[in-house]
């Protein structure tokens, strides 16, 4: 009996014993086969999350940042214990302690799953194992996940210690709102720093990570209240928080953001605009948009906070000005259906989904509001933003084409300013016309100011880097430039007198903006007046491939063409490489980078970008003297020579105090620039300097067409370049332009290019540069050698006779000292 007791026990012994054997050759077999060609945990040793990049100005202020998943790397020894703290309650109580995966909550988790048949499949994941879910494996529940899962955080319990482990979760866990990891979640939904953090805010946190749209704090208050609660509890049973701080922190109230118990974050940061949306476009090609988006740059922008705001007021004021000297309204074109309109709740949940602009800034906030009732003398208006309806006189639209009932419906969507008088509404509307500012230092190339349009939320084309248009009499200084370099001076005589050349087109015949020739001019008041005529005969004499070849030098154009009708500036180019271009005349000569950016700096701090390569030689003598400057080193590229530089700078100053820009520019300081029309008036520009700063206005429909009649460069552009040099000036100053060696002064006579005494004083008197070594020669006047058409009269005289002068062919040609447009017919720019 004994021993068939025995045998019956060693039976059973021998089953149980080659049941688990087979049990756990099965599992290691199953481990194995799952083991095989998983990913590589190591690499989580050298992982760097995707980071946000963010914008600084040049005084440390946030402008903008950039981020597929809004992520703010924080370091683990920054997070304060009470996060850790929070969130090992949430998820992992038992993390300091098991060597990656619980198997007591994988039994639990299985137990239930079994009860419940099924219906409740509960994780039983450590921290660890979430690390290598987020990290390496996909999201789902099958069980083949799961044993890798363990396997995985197995290996990276030997690899990572519990902290870096526990800073990879911190920082990767999704919580909602496009908020990853706990910094920028922190400042999501409280717009608090981590140290800033009350146990109840950072239970709220710890909460999220189960399923972050099953606990919206708006949404899904009660159930995300009952969560928050549960993990404060935790965190008193886990010794983390005593009795008393529990109960305190379990009365607050549920807050955030999203409640409207905070304010955002955002409302810190300006709306974004053209400016940094400029250098998003520029670093996504230089890096790679990829990188730019993940890879936590730290950028410094060259922007002058102040400026930007004034070149953006001062071209809306331009571009508003001429949208309203043509009468016409044209609004939003969104409306509120009429039933929406008789509940305030509803027109104003409405008025704020419609897609309009919110980011204008023109003597006041611009509001979205909408129609109310039609009367014969006033609007009633909603305003998105205002307590109470209000109203618009009759008296606001008198330059409006039309009445009320003409141009207004109940439920138009429209913009509105603010008035004087309470409860009463200016319109307003987007211009059809756009156009770009840029302006910049001449020096460094750092870009201070740049507006690509009349608001971004309306339009994000940046027209002043992305637009290519025809530059018109703008370009004239690079003709006038190859010429000064090539032994003409100031002044030197060009004759100005019809021009008709054959092309395949057709005949060309081009005319000035006045419809007159003026006869043997000084080069000086050629580009004064913005005479057609006498550029283009200049251009001929110079030769077109050497006037290319200076634009291309100056970076207007990378390949132009060796035509004619480019002289006048009929090639497209942008805003942005005319102004740096016009930087290089105001700094004597020496080539000018733009940027928009001064520094860039990866996620660890290291400096990966700085535009300012100079060398400063005596930074580290101390024996300098307080009052002295250290001597500093540029190897910048002296694109033309110094005296042609202040010869063309001293011409174009002459624009703004005697010829096209006079009417417009009255600056306190020394100011040069060039006004620019193309034909019909379809582009207007206007370029100016002082002694440290370059900016540029450009204006146009983005689909071409004639602007119609009072539409100049000078009229359009000028004010908006006033405006915003009226304020720079006042930051930056300015003085007279260098004056460089090598050269000396003449006085002539600006009419008719003829030598003056050294004493000669008057309004026709100008002290001209002329360079050391180089004898002047007066008299000589230049044509261009074209031959005049048998059919085109020269000159049609007036008061007095013509007079005989000597073309560079050596033939002789009759000139009159007045004449008018004749029979010329219309053609090239002005």
Not at 33 to 43: F, I, K, N, T, V
Not at 217 to 225: A, G, T
Not at 567 to 589: D, H, I, P, R
């Amino acid at each position: 009996m004994i021993r068939f007791i025995l045998s019956f026990f060693g039976a059973i012994f021998g089953l149980l014993t080659l049941g688990i054997f087979m049990a756990a050759l099965t599992l290691g077999g199953i481990f194995w086969m799952y083991a095989r060609d998983l990913p590589s945990h190591e690499s989580l040793a050298q992982y760097e999350p995707p980071t946000i990049s963010r914008i600084y100005s040049g005084k440390g202020h946030l402008i903008d940042e950039f981020a597929q998943e809004r992520r703010l790397f924080t370091p683990i020894e920054t997070i304060p214990d009470l996060v850790k703290q929070a969130f090992i309650s949430a998820e992992d109580k038992n993390f300091y302690s098991h060597k990656g995966y619980d198997l007591r909550g994988i039994a639990a988790a299985g137990i239930e799953a079994v009860r419940s048949r099924g219906e409740t499949v509960r994780g039983a994941s450590t921290i660890t194992q979430q690390v290598m879910k987020n990290f390496l494996l996909s999201g789902d529940r099958r069980a083949e996940r799961k044993i890798k899962e363990i396997i995985l955080a197995a290996r990276l319990e030997h690899t990572l210690d519990k902290e870096q482990i526990l800073e990879l979760y911190l920082n990767e866990i999704y919580l909602g709102q496009n908020s990853y990891g706990v910094t920028a979640a922190a400042q999501t939904y409280f717009n608090k720093t981590l140290g800033e953090l009350a146990p109840h805010e950072a239970a709220f946190l710890a909460s999220l990570p189960k399923a972050p749209s099953d606990y919206h704090p708006v949404r899904r208050k009660e159930r995300l209240l009952a969560r928050r609660n549960f993990v404060l509890r935790e965190m008193e049973e886990n010794g983390f928080l005593d009795e008393a701080t529990y109960e305190a922190e379990r009365a607050q109230p549920l807050r955030s953001v999203q409640n409207g118990d905070f304010e955002s974050f955002r409302t810190a940061l300006p709306p974004r605009d053209y400016f940094t949306e400029e250098i998003r476009r520029q670093l996504s090609e230089d890096f790679g948009e990829g990188e730019f988006f993940t890879g936590g740059f730290t950028v410094r922008a060259t922007i002058d906070e102040e400026l930007q705001v004034e070149a953006a007021e001062a071209l809306r004021r331009g571009l508003q000005k001429y949208d309203r000297s043509r009468g016409a309204w044209r609004g939003t074109d969104k409306t509120i259906p009429a039933d929406q309109l008789e509940s305030e709740e509803a027109w104003r949940a409405a008025l704020n989904e419609a897609d309009v602009p919110r980011d204008i800034e023109l003597d006041g906030t611009w509001h979205p509001a909408v129609v109310l009732e039609v009367g014969e003398q006033q609007l009633r208006v909603g305003v998105e933003d205002a307590a109470e309806t209000g109203t618009v006189p009759r008296s606001d639209i008198e330059w409006m084409r039309g009445s009320f009932v003409d141009n207004f419906e109940a439920g138009d969507v429209v913009l509105v300013r603010a008035t004087e008088t309470e409860g009463t509404w200016s319109l307003r509307q987007v211009p059809e016309v756009q156009g770009g500012f840029v302006a910049m230092d001449v020096n460094s190339g750092r870009v201070l100011a740049m507006q690509g349009g009349f608001s971004y939320q309306d339009s994000v084309f940046n027209r002043a880097t992305q637009a290519q248009r025809q530059p018109g009499s703008s370009f004239k200084p690079f003709v006038y430039a190859a010429a000064l370099d090539s032994g003409y001076s100031p002044a030197t005589i060009v004759v100005d007198a019809p021009i008709e050349v054959n092309t395949p087109q057709g005949l060309w015949r081009p005319k000035n903006s006045s419809n007159q020739f003026y006869g043997p001019t000084p080069l000086r008041t050629g580009i004064e007046m913005s005479r057609n005529l006498m550029t283009i005969r200049l251009a001929q004499e110079v030769s077109m491939p050497v006037v290319a070849g200076y634009a291309e030098r100056f970076g207007v154009y990378d390949h132009m063409g060796p035509y004619l009708a480019n002289s006048l500036g009929s090639e497209e180019t942008t805003l942005y490489k005319m102004v740096s271009a016009y930087a290089m005349f105001a700094n004597g000569g020496e080539r000018v980078e733009p940027t928009l950016v001064d520094r860039i700096q990866n996620r660890h701090g290291e400096t990966i970008y700085r535009h300012d390569d100079r060398d400063c030689v005596e930074c580290t003598d101390a024996s300098i003297p307080r009052d002295s400057a250290p001597r500093i080193v540029t190897r910048r590229e002296q694109v033309m020579d110094p005296v042609t530089a202040y010869q063309l700078s001293s011409m174009l100053r002459g624009v703004v105090e005697r010829g096209t820009a006079s009417r417009v520019i009255n600056l306190p300081v020394p100011t040069a620039g060039k006004t620019g029309t193309t034909n019909e008036s379809k582009d207007v520009w206007f370029i100016g300097f002082t002694s440290n700063i370059v900016a540029g206005c450009y204006m146009g429909y983005d689909q071409p067409r004639p602007m119609g009649r009072g539409a100049y460069g000078g009229t359009m552009c000028g004010p908006v370049f006033q405006e915003f040099m009226t304020e720079a000036v006042k930051k930056y100053g300015g003085g007279p332009f260098d004056v460089p060696p090598g050269g000396h002064f003449i006085k002539i006579d600006r009419y008719t290019g003829a030598r003056l005494p050294d004493s000669a004083s008057g309004a026709n008197v100008v002290a001209e540069y002329f360079r050391d070594g180089e004898q002047p020669i007066f008299g000589l006047t230049y044509d261009g050698g074209f031959a005049m058409g048998s059919n085109l009269p020269l000159f049609d005289e007036v008061a007095t006779s013509g007079q005989q002068v000597t073309t560079s062919t050596g033939q002789q040609t009759t000139v009159g000292p007045k004449a008018n447009f004749g029979t010329v017919s219309s053609g090239g720019l002005y």
